[in-house]
Antibody, heavy 118, light 106 residues
Framework: EVQVVESGGGLVRPGGSLRLSCAAS????????MSWVRQTPEKGLEWLAV???????YYADSVKDRFTISRDNSKNTLYLQMNSLKVEDTAVYYC????????????WGQGALVTVSS | ILMTQSPATLSVSPGERAALSCRAS??????LAWYQQKPGQAPRLLIY???TRVTGIPARFSGSGSGTEFTLTFSSLQSEDFAVYYC?????????FGGGTKVEIK
C-alpha cells in the first residue's frame, strides 16, 4: 500500500528553521517525483517544491532561496528544510507523490502543522 | 496561471446532479486535476487529464473541458460527496490550485 507520513511540524519563531520529513512506504522515493504543498485558510493550497527522480529541483518563488527539498533514498524519506521562516509560512504542509511527468499529486500525507509565531 | 472556481459554495440535496466550474486565466490544455478534501483530511485525487478518473473513483464523478474552461460533474450526489473540491493546473510553472468549491447539504 502506498503511504506517505509527514513529521517534524511544530512552533518556531520568525527567522527560525525547521525540517519536515516525509516517510514513504509502498514505493521508492528515489524513482519518483515528489513534492511539497501547503495549505492555509487564507491562501488555500499552494505548491512549494518538487524534486525529480534525477535530483533536479524546482521551487515556487515564495520559498525559493529559503526552502530546500531533498531526499534520503536509504531511508526512503523526503525532506523540506525551511529557513528564515516568516509568520506567513504558518500552514499545514503536505508531501505528495507526483506520478511521473504529469505534475498532479496522486498520494498525499496527512499533513504537518507548522506555526511561525513569536 | 490563476485558477478560479465557482461557485464558492454549492448547496445540493442528496441524489441531485451538480456541476462545479474551474476557469484558468491561460490555456492549460487538458493538464488539469480535481481533488476532494474532507475536514481534517488531505486532498484526494479524483480526476487527472481533465477527464480521466482515478481507479476506484465512482463513475458518478466526471470531468470535462480543455483550454480554460473545466467542469466537475456529479450525476447524483451521495452523502459521502459533501466536501471541498479543488482544481489544479499542471500545464505551466508554478503549479496552481483553484480556491475551492464547498459542496454542502441543502
Amino acid at each position: 500500500e502506498v503511504q506517505v507520513v509527514e513529521s517534524g511540524g511544530g512552533l518556531v519563531r520568525p527567522g527560525g528553521s525547521l525540517r519536515l520529513s516525509c516517510a514513504a512506504s509502498g514505493f521508492d522515493v528515489s524513482s519518483n517525483f515528489m513534492s511539497w504543498v501547503r495549505q492555509t485558510p487564507e491562501k488555500g493550497l499552494e505548491w512549494l517544491a518538487v524534486i525529480h527522480s534525477g535530483d533536479g529541483t524546482y521551487y515556487a518563488d515564495s520559498v525559493k532561496d529559503r526552502f530546500t527539498i531533498s531526499r534520503d533514498n536509504s531511508k526512503n524519506t523526503l525532506y523540506l528544510q525551511m529557513n528564515s521562516l516568516k509568520v506567513e509560512d504558518t500552514a499545514v504542509y503536505y508531501c505528495a507523490r507526483v506520478p511521473g511527468l504529469q505534475y498532479y499529486f496522486d498520494y498525499w500525507g496527512q499533513g504537518a502543522l507548522v506555526t511561525v509565531s513569536s | 496561471i490563476l485558477m478560479t472556481q465557482s461557485p464558492a459554495t454549492l448547496s445540493v440535496s442528496p441524489g441531485e446532479r451538480a456541476a462545479l466550474s474551474c476557469r484558468a486565466s491561460h490555456n492549460v490544455n487538458s493538464n488539469l486535476a480535481w481533488y476532494q478534501q474532507k475536514p481534517g483530511q488531505a486532498p484526494r485525487l479524483l480526476i487527472y487529464g481533465a477527464s480521466t478518473r482515478v481507479t476506484g473513483i465512482p463513475a458518478r464523478f466526471s470531468g470535462s473541458g480543455s483550454g480554460t474552461e473545466f467542469t466537475l460533474t456529479f450525476s447524483s450526489l451521495q452523502s459521502e460527496d459533501f466536501a471541498v473540491y479543488y482544481c489544479q493546473q499542471y500545464n505551466d510553472w508554478p503549479l496552481t490550485f483553484g480556491g475551492g468549491t464547498k459542496v454542502e447539504i441543502k
